[in-house]
């Protein structure tokens, strides 16, 4: 999957914010995608060698349960 440029995403998270809720939101869309693009990268990172390419979606909850820390409870 391609990267997405950071303008082309704010401009995404400015419109769908607009489009799904009807209202503009108070917080800078730049800093949305940022955030955004940071929480999609480490997901990808952490379900890199733990789910395939051919495994079904579910098995990325599995993943992480059976990587999780057990002292986070």
Sequence with gaps: MGEVPASDLAA??????????????RTDPERIA???????RTVRDLARGAVGP??????FA????RNADPTNG
């Design 12 to 25: 995404l998270v400015a419109t769908s914010a607009e489009a799904l809720h009807g209202v503009r939101s």
């Design 34 to 40: 940022a955030e955004l693009d940071r929480l999609n």
């Design 54 to 59: 051919f495994d079904h979606p579910g098995d």
């Design 62 to 65: 599995t993943a992480m349960l």
